[in-house]
Every structure is written in C-alpha cells, then in structure tokens.
C-alpha cells in the first residue's frame, strides 16, 4: 500500500516509525514531516490545507490511504475532501471532527446522551457569559469554544480571573475560536487519557495514558502542548476503562451516528476520574502528542491493518495486543518555551542517545548546513520502555543526558504519579 501521512511533530514521526514497520507498506509520503520522518517515508511540501492538491498527488502517487496527524486539517474537512473523491482516509470528517473543533458542541451531545461531564453553560455574548459566573461562582472553568491550540481554558480560582478569562474571548484573544464560550463546573480529581479506535460503529479501546501539560517540575507553571507522558497510566484500571466505555463512549458513538456524523478515527477520551466515577474533560479527534509516541512504542500489531479496518468498518473483526512493559516519553524542549522558543540551536549526539531500545522521535527539528537544530518549541521526544515505570524513567533520562543540546530543557520528573504508585 502507498500511504500519505499529514503532519509534522512527534506524534507523525510515532506514526510513521510504527508505519514503516507494515509488511503492507509499500511507500510511505509524509506532508510536511520533518527529519525524523524522512528516515521513515519520502517528504513532499504539499499545502495540506490545499483539499484539491492533496487529492491530486493521492491521485498521481496512487495512495491507497491517507492517514491525518492533527486536528486542524480534521476540523477543516480534508477528510470529507478525500472521501468525496475516493480515497481512502483515517480520520473523521468535518462534521464528526466537531468533537474536538466545538467544545459545546460535545457539552451538548454529553446534555442530550446523558454522558457524565461537568454541568455547563454555553454562551455567546459576554453579559449572559458574565451572569452565570457570577451565579455559580468561583473556582470554575471558562473555554473558549473552538481550536485554540491548548490556550483557550482558563482554570479560574478566582471570580475575578473567570470574568477576565470571559472578557478574553469576547474581545477577540482566541479570535472567532472565542465567539462562543463554554463555562464549566470545576471537577476534581486524577486526568487520565484513554484512546479508541473508531470505525463508525465499533470502538476498540487503544490504550491509556497520562501527560504533563506544565511546563515545570511539581506540574508547575503554564501549559504547554505536554512534556512528556507515559503508559498504560495504573489509574485506568479495567473497570475504569469498563464505565467509560458504557457511560461515555458507547453513547458518544450512538450519539455522532444517530446525527449522520458516524466517528471514524481515533478518539481521544480526556478524563477525569473523580469520586463519583470517570467524567468526560473533553474530546480531541486525534492522538495525543506526546502519548502517541507512547501507545506505538507498546503496540505490539501492525498499525496499517488496524488502520485499514478502521477505515474499512472492520474493527468487530480485530484485537490488539501490547506490550506490558510501561513506555515513557519525555520532551525535550528549546529554551524559551512555551512562549517564546529560541530557533537555530544545534544538536548533537541524537544518533547516538537513541541507540539500543531508545527511539527518539523529532518534533521540531530542521537540517541547516549539515547540522541537526531546533525548529520549534518541543523538540525531540526520548521514549524507552521497561518493566517498571522508574526502570523505564531512568532508562529514558540516561538517553537524554547524552544529547549535547545546552540550548534544550525538559521535566525531570516525567512519570512522578506512577513511580509513586509504584512504591
Ligand atoms: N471542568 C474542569 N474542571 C477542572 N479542570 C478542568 C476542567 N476542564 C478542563 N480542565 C483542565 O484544563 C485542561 C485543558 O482543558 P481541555 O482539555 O478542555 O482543553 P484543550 O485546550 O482542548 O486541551 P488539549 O490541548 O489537551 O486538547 C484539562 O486537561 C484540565 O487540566
Ligand atoms: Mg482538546
């Protein structure tokens, strides 16, 4: 099979490594990819935001299937594109991609199905926004509507950070993202992620997870796009998995077919397991960067097949089968991040830190006259597996402690939920 991979960070490179290693595949294309992906696959510059120039080069290259790392193509329809012009594809379509694209779209969905979430209010002018906060009061949850790249959730603690946090998106700091803006209630309790495998039916469960999204040790200071993560996370234990698959997920699969927005893809389930059982945080509508890496470095099947029976509406047909052993991935970031990460920066030693059963897959990485540097906020993801979770952590950190990248940092407490179950 000829296969074109959309995207460009960690979770592609993931994608493309697990990819790559397919007796089916016949040739691997990644749009843009990066230099950890051109070991795996033949890069080509297309604009993937270009619907009919990624429908041509399917056509002239033969591709036999698109695969779609990230939301924004999702969201903007590049799959109903392939499928109206047969080819195809793994991801939802734009309107099934509302999951993640539309906040309240899923509040609604959790209001109509029944699915446990936090009790919300949807809003779209700032004085009824502003009322309602007022009346629940502090601490609460404001969201802006649409994409936002990680930024658009204001975990307010305060009355008045809710309210400035409404005046945001109603002014325009997220853009048309902000028009229309979600206030939740504040739930307590551990996250967890959790993954599905969906062909407009079945859901097979795919792994879970656990991220860090500070960007500092204690899981302190702002959000990043995560700086590392780990799985299985212990927290999902089997009958964890068991309610969100009857309380959540079953109904959201229900829920998107009986709309004519059938889910095919990958369904990412963010969690939070409170005292009354697991509620929904959110939905993405792709796997998570960094816990892709993760969920690859464990599976033990060929990705292509399940990726075909998802898309084939097969997946009554197929099991999985993992690696018991925990895999952890920490990132490496470039100074500066998240705010403001330095370009440019050159690399050195990334050959030899990932031999062994070290994989390092680049997120941000740039060829420049011969040197490998830094080209975006997270950089590298150093992943290794092992029996324990600590075992898996000190591998992991012994890998990255011989990359010479003065200009780099991570979290060195990547894993610290686990390692302290683990006692
Ligand atoms: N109702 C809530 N109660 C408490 N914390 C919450 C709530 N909703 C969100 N959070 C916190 O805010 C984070 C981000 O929220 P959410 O996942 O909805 O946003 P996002 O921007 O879509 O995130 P991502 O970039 O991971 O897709 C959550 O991981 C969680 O820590
Ligand atoms: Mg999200």
């Given at each position: 099979?000829?296969?074109l991979?959309i995207?460009?960070g960690?979770?592609?490179?993931?994608?493309a490594?697990k990819?790559a290693?397919?007796?089916?595949l016949?040739?691997?294309?990644?749009?843009?990819g990066?230099?950890?992906i051109?070991r795996?696959?033949e890069?080509v510059?297309?604009d993937?935001?270009?619907?009919?120039?990624?429908?041509?080069?399917?056509?002239?290259?033969?591709v036999?299937?698109?695969?779609?790392?990230?939301?924004g193509p999702?969201?903007?329809?590049?799959?109903d594109?392939l499928r109206?012009a047969?080819i195809?594809?793994?991801?939802p379509s734009g309107?099934?991609?509302?999951?993640?694209?539309?906040?309240?779209f899923?509040k609604d969905l959790?209001?109509r199905?029944?699915?446990p979430t936090?009790?919300?209010?949807?809003?779209?002018?700032?004085?009824?926004?502003r009322?309602y906060?007022e009346?629940v009061g502090a601490?609460?949850v404001?969201?802006?509507?649409?994409l936002?790249a990680?930024?658009?959730?204001?975990?307010a603690?305060?009355?008045q950070?809710?309210?400035?946090?409404?005046e945001a998106?109603?002014d325009g700091?997220?853009g048309?993202a902000?028009?229309?803006?979600?206030?939740?209630e504040?739930?307590t309790g551990?996250?967890?992620s959790?993954?599905c495998l969906?062909?407009?039916?079945?859901?097979?469960p795919?792994?879970?997870a656990?991220?860090?999204k500070r960007v500092?040790e204690?899981?302190t200071?702002p959000?990043?796009?995560?700086?590392?993560?780990?799985?299985?996370a212990p927290?999902?234990?089997?009958?964890m998995?068991?309610?969100?698959?009857?309380e959540?997920?079953?109904p959201?699969?229900?829920?998107m077919?009986?709309?004519?927005?059938?889910?095919t893809?990958?369904?990412?389930?963010g969690?939070?397991?409170?005292e009354n059982?697991?509620k929904?945080i959110?939905?993405?509508?792709?796997f998570g960067d960094?816990?892709c890496?993760v969920?690859m470095?464990r599976?033990?099947?060929?990705?292509l097949?399940?990726?075909?029976?998802?898309?084939?509406?097969?997946?009554?047909h197929v099991?999985?089968r993992?690696r018991?052993?925990?895999a952890l991935?920490v990132?490496?970031?470039a100074?500066?991040?998240?705010?403001?990460?330095?370009?440019?920066?050159?690399?050195?030693?990334?050959?030899?830190?990932g031999?062994g059963?070290?994989?390092i897959f680049?997120?941000?990485?740039a060829?420049k006259?011969g040197n490998?540097?830094?080209?975006g906020?997270?950089v590298?993801?150093?992943?290794?597996?092992?029996?324990?979770v600590s075992?898996?952590?000190?591998?992991?950190?012994?890998?990255l402690?011989r990359?010479?990248w003065?200009e780099?940092f991570c979290r060195?407490?990547i894993g610290w939920?686990a390692v302290?179950?683990?006692?």
């Amino acid at each position: 099979m000829n296969v074109l991979l959309i995207g460009s960070g960690g979770r592609e490179h993931a994608l493309a490594w697990k990819l790559a290693a397919s007796p089916l595949l016949t040739k691997l294309y990644a749009a843009p990819g990066n230099p950890g992906i051109a070991r795996e696959a033949e890069l080509v510059a297309l604009d993937v935001s270009n619907h009919g120039a990624v429908v041509a080069f399917c056509r002239e290259k033969a591709v036999d299937l698109v695969v779609v790392g990230p939301e924004g193509p999702l969201v903007d329809g590049i799959a109903d594109a392939l499928r109206a012009a047969g080819i195809r594809v793994f991801g939802p379509s734009g309107h099934a991609a509302q999951l993640e694209g539309s906040k309240g779209f899923t509040k609604d969905l959790c209001a109509r199905y029944d699915i446990p979430t936090a009790a919300y209010g949807r809003f779209d002018n700032a004085a009824d926004a502003r009322a309602y906060v007022e009346k629940v009061g502090a601490p609460i949850v404001i969201k802006a509507d649409g994409l936002a790249a990680g930024k658009g959730v204001t975990v307010a603690m305060e009355l008045q950070e809710a309210l400035d946090a409404v005046e945001a998106c109603f002014d325009g700091a997220f853009g048309s993202a902000g028009a229309s803006v979600v206030v939740e209630e504040f739930l307590t309790g551990e996250e967890a992620s959790f993954f599905c495998l969906c062909d407009g039916t079945t859901a097979l469960p795919f792994g879970t997870a656990q991220d860090h999204k500070r960007v500092g040790e204690g899981d302190t200071g702002p959000n990043t796009g995560g700086m590392g993560a780990y799985s299985p996370a212990p927290v999902m234990t089997q009958e964890m998995i068991d309610r969100t698959m009857d309380e959540i997920v079953a109904p959201t699969m229900r829920g998107m077919a009986e709309m004519g927005a059938p889910f095919t893809g990958i369904l990412f389930v963010g969690l939070m397991l409170t005292e009354n059982g697991p509620k929904l945080i959110e939905y993405n509508v792709r796997f998570g960067d960094p816990e892709c890496q993760v969920l690859m470095m464990r599976l033990k099947d060929d990705l292509l097949v399940l990726l075909n029976a998802a898309v084939d509406g097969q997946l009554g047909h197929v099991s999985t089968r993992w690696r018991d052993d925990t895999a952890l991935t920490v990132v490496l970031a470039a100074e500066g991040y998240p705010d403001a990460p330095k370009k440019g920066s050159v690399i050195k030693g990334v050959e030899e830190a990932g031999a062994g059963d070290i994989q390092i897959f680049h997120a941000g990485t740039a060829f420049k006259d011969g040197n490998l540097v830094a080209n975006g906020g997270r950089v590298l993801n150093v992943t290794g597996m092992a029996a324990k979770v600590s075992d898996a952590r000190s591998k992991v950190y012994a890998a990255l402690d011989r990359i010479d990248w003065p200009e780099g940092f991570c979290r060195r407490d990547i894993g610290w939920r686990a390692v302290e179950r683990e006692g």
